[in-house]
């Protein structure tokens, strides 16, 4: 997933200083706020070219109005993977931007921890966020990060090469036959199919949960998710033989295809590649609308946080209050990025783009990505055998089958 997101703005809701005016109010604004004494932090990010560069201008003017230093870094690899190798060796970053789906799997680490609990130290109003952002950012009690923006994926397309985006998946067909013809380069759609976090909407179309994290049952097999399944191989057919994320989109951004399945990160960077670009919601399935999973981007406060000094937990946690609070930058980050406002004071702002809009309606109909532990025993085995039907290894019901077994003996 994009994991990817960065916004910021002059909310008023700190504390501490709600008109932004004097660099004062950069979430503690009584630590460095004079641009002496400042502390020092570090933030991991794995943005795209757009996002990581907009990023960059509001840390210097973070930086600026507080005296704080940020050092904002790659994290040089995958990023959990990356933090699972750092903080155990206490060399982590204080604080790192994803998206809320690593909550729950991360607050239950104890030895060593992996998250920091800013309950005490964020002077933010909650209520500031939406009561979706405010869950994300918080689990039994702790609240491990303060949230700036949704996502979700949807239906990019190419009005070049689209008169009217299609409504049904049967639209969608007909417009992908037109122009998929792949032995000359041409495909009908860009889209990562194996990859569960983007096909989630038309596997849970019927209903079905990939896994209900109220219950915690394991519904990868169930009938509803089978008949999605058949949806997304219908899709499959249509784009390039190579899966991977960056083959995936490369397609459209080179205009060798109408249409793209992905995420509000990417809106910057496709806009600059696409001349007319549109965005909207999936296709519907037999008159419903694909349930996407959506994730809530946060800051998250590290547990390296736990034994640093104040003035590096004013920092992190500062950056975060600042960023996520500011209504300037959360509307230029909608505008320009994609980013989905979660800034209560934003959200039903009519200013918003009409391609933000279609993000903010596919959200609605989707769900948020589970936060439970055993989530995190999901991912992989859906992910194996969406790449075996892909590959036409197996069949979809028998892939599913194996996938939930799979789950259910690492549960």
Wanted: glycine share 12%; hydrophobic share 35%; net charge negative.
């Amino acid at each position: 997933m994009g994991g990817s997101t960065a916004l910021a703005g002059l909310a008023g809701c700190i504390s501490t200083g709600g008109d932004g005016g004097d660099g004062s109010d950069g979430g503690d604004g009584s630590d460095g706020g004079d641009g002496e004494s400042g502390g020092s932090a570090r933030l991991w990010v794995d943005l795209s070219d757009a996002e990581d560069e907009a990023l960059s201008g509001y840390v210097d003017e973070y930086e600026s109005e507080t005296g704080d230093t940020i050092n904002k870094e790659a994290p040089g690899g995958e990023l959990d993977q990356q933090l699972e190798t750092a903080i155990p060796a206490g060399d982590g970053p204080d604080s790192w931007i994803w998206a809320h789906d690593w909550v729950g799997r991360f607050a239950v680490r104890e030895d060593p921890p992996f998250l920091y609990d800013a309950s005490d130290d964020v002077d933010a109003s909650l209520d500031s966020y939406t009561e979706t952002a405010r869950q994300a950012a918080q689990f039994d009690g702790g609240l491990y990060g303060l949230p700036f923006a949704s996502e979700t994926v949807a239906l990019f397309y190419n009005e070049d090469m689209v008169d009217e985006p299609p409504e049904t998946v049967e639209e969608m067909v007909s417009i992908m036959d037109e122009h998929h013809d792949p032995e000359n380069g041409q495909y009908g759609l860009s889209y990562p199919v194996t990859d569960p976090y983007f096909v989630s909407g038309f596997i849970q179309a019927y209903g079905g949960n990939i896994f209900d994290e109220e219950n915690l049952e394991v519904g990868v097999d169930s009938d509803a998710c089978k008949r999605g399944m058949d949806a997304l191989e219908t899709l499959s057919q249509y784009v390039p033989a190579d899966p991977g994320y960056e083959s995936q989109i490369v397609a459209f951004a080179d205009g060798l295809a109408p249409f793209a399945i992905n995420g509000p990160w990417e809106l910057g960077n496709l806009s600059g590649e696409i001349e007319n670009l549109g965005v909207t919601t999936l296709p519907t399935v037999d008159g419903n609308n694909p349930r996407t999973y959506s994730g809530i981007q946060l800051f998250y406060f590290s547990s390296m946080l736990a034994d640093a000094d104040s003035s590096t937990v004013d920092a992190a946690t500062g950056l975060a209050e600042w960023y996520t609070t500011n209504e300037d930058i959360i509307q230029t980050n909608a505008e320009e990025q994609g980013y989905i406002p979660v800034l209560s004071s934003v959200v039903g702002n009519d200013d918003l783009s009409s391609e933000v809009q279609a993000f903010a309606e596919q959200v609605d109909y989707g769900v948020p990505i589970p936060t439970h532990p055993d989530m995190d025993s999901v991912w992989t085995p859906v992910t194996e055998a969406l790449e075996r039907v892909f590959n036409g290894e197996q069949d979809s019901d028998a892939a599913l089958d194996q996938a939930a077994s799979e789950i259910r003996e690492a549960l």
